[in-house]
């Protein structure tokens, strides 16, 4: 299971410039590691190999083979030397995904559409 291509695979990230994209290969130097099982709370749990215990945090965005978006990482668990990682998932087809491996895929850009105001409104 969980075979990919390394060579016209891409992973395709936008960022906050206006329709700017920016292109990476996913290739086995990004592999973050792969996909054990769906827990209960409906989270993935993917095993990190040697690389992805070294790289991938808390908030990173991880890719399938293909390119598309698996999840967010949102808790490293376990050993240090050999963590697992919880991700929330982005996809409804989490039980297909079993067994596939995953790749790191970036940090997602948080946007904020309101301006914040902290202290006292010009109004009044």
């Known amino acids: ?17 206006n329709d700017k994209v920016s292109l990476m290969p996913v290739s086995q130097t990004n592999e973050a590691g792969e996909i054990l099982h769906l827990a209960k709370s409906g989270r993935l749990i993917v095993k990190l190999n040697a690389e992805g215990a070294k790289r991938v945090k808390a908030g990173e965005l991880l890719v ?10 949102a808790e490293l668990l376990g050993p240090v030397k050999a963590p697992y990682a919880s991700v929330i998932t982005m996809t409804d087809r989490t039980n297909r995904l079993v067994g596939f491996k995953v790749f790191g895929g970036g940090f997602a850009k948080k946007s904020h559409g309101r301006s914040r105001s902290f202290g006292r409104s010009n109004s009044g």
């Open 64 to 73: 399938d083979g293909s390119g598309r978006k698996v999840g967010r990482v």
């Open 1 to 17: 299971m969980g075979a990919y291509c390394l060579k016209k695979i891409t992973i395709i990230s936008s960022t906050e410039d």
